[in-house]
């Protein structure tokens, strides 16, 4: 029988077959209590179910739209899975842990999907170890799925425009998606009160989103505050499509003038357009990679980049758009080439071997 005292005063006595079983339990107990790591046997008999809320309700900083999704992981994954096992009973649980991980991939979900669903379980389990209901959190040890890098498509600016073309009326969305890199919740909370027609400048200051079924409008975050400089080209396009509008009022809308929200918005004429210009699969949000590859193309800087889209800083957009910068390495190499090549004619006249063994020395 081993007994120890936790850092409240409470004896906890648990027995064992052999001794050597109890002192290695009870010196693992009690080097907890010490480091301020132990977590009352009693807290782990919960169950899992009963964390997920006081998790949820611990983040007031999410957005709507975060919130909503690992709602839906802990609904759809993690409760029908794991919602009657006790805390403490999932701590030693890593085999079965692990196969749910591996049971996901296999059943076709993909790399990134699972590794969603694992960090909400993962993030579960560490509240329960904030709050003491377990010592360590079982998922850290766990062989996470690689997450495979969707490639990105890029339209030429010939595709641009015959996208455009097929818009009809709804030429002016594909421009300004296309070539000032918006995100779709930035076009759709856009006022006319943002259009500086004389800067050719849009302040990014307000985005709309659909969020389970519901629009929310907000400020973007600080870093996404930003002003997008527009083509001279959509100057007057811009000047006819917010004159007559009040200051507050959204510049791009429905056929009906109501928010615009991107499935309808695919529905009623984007995909159509797409698939009649030979573009069938493009997304809106395809048109802001686009914007990029259009403007590293004119010999925009990760900087400017940077700026135009909104990222935190300019190794993020470099992670984005490492690809679009690839004729810096041609560059490179031709300047390597015509370095070698001075390098060749010094070794010539100091008596080296031209050609592949230029490195042997002539004999004397």
């Known amino acids: 029988m ?56 611990g983040h007031p900083s999410w957005e709507r739209g975060t919130r909503s999704r690992y709602e839906s992981i802990v609904k759809r994954h993690i409760l029908p899975k794991w919602g009657s096992v006790r805390l403490a009973d999932l701590v030693d649980m890593h085999d079965e842990l692990q196969a749910w991980v591996t049971a996901q991939v296999a059943a076709g979900a993909a790399g990134g999907t699972v590794r969603k669903n694992l960090g909400v379980l993962s993030q579960i389990c560490d509240h329960a170890v904030k709050t003491r209901k377990i010592a360590v959190n079982p998922c850290r040890t766990l062989d996470r799925p690689k997450q495979r890098l969707a490639k990105r498509r890029y339209l030429s600016g010939v595709e641009v425009e015959r996208l455009a073309e097929c818009a009809g009326s709804n030429w002016l969305t594909v421009m300004v998606l296309a070539y000032c890199g918006l995100r779709f919740a930035e076009l759709a909370g856009m006022q006319a009160s943002a259009i500086n027609l ?43 499509r917010v004159a007559g509008r009040s200051d507050d009022a959204e510049v791009f809308t429905s056929s009906q003038g109501a928010i615009l929200r991107v499935r309808n918005m695919r529905r009623d004429w984007f995909d159509p357009a797409a698939k009649a210009a030979g573009l069938a699969g493009i997304t809106p949000h395809e048109l802001r990679h686009t914007a990029a590859s259009l403007a590293v193309s004119q010999g925009a800087s990760v900087l400017a980049l940077q700026r135009m889209l909104g990222h935190d800083k300019p190794s993020t957009t470099l992670d984005f758009y490492a690809d679009l910068f690839d004729d810096d390495l041609d560059d490179v190499a031709t300047r390597l080439d015509s370095a070698r090549t001075g390098f060749a004619a010094d070794w010539l006249r100091a008596g080296g071997v031209a050609g592949q063994e230029g490195f042997e020395k002539k004999p004397a």
Request: aromatic share 6%.
């Open 2 to 57: 081993a007994r120890y005292v936790d850092g409240a005063g409470k004896e906890h006595a648990r027995s064992f077959a052999r001794k050597t079983d109890a002192q290695t339990w009870l010196d693992g107990q009690t080097s907890a209590v010490v480091v301020g790591l132990h977590a009352p046997p009693s807290a782990g008999r919960v169950t899992v179910d009963v964390v997920p809320q006081a998790w949820l309700a």
């Open 198 to 240: 004389g800067r050719k400048r849009i302040q990014v200051e307000r985005t709309i989103t659909e969020v389970d079924g519901h629009l929310v409008i907000k400020a973007p975050k600080d870093h996404q505050r930003r002003s997008v400089a527009f083509p001279a080209f959509l100057v007057e396009p811009m000047k006819e």
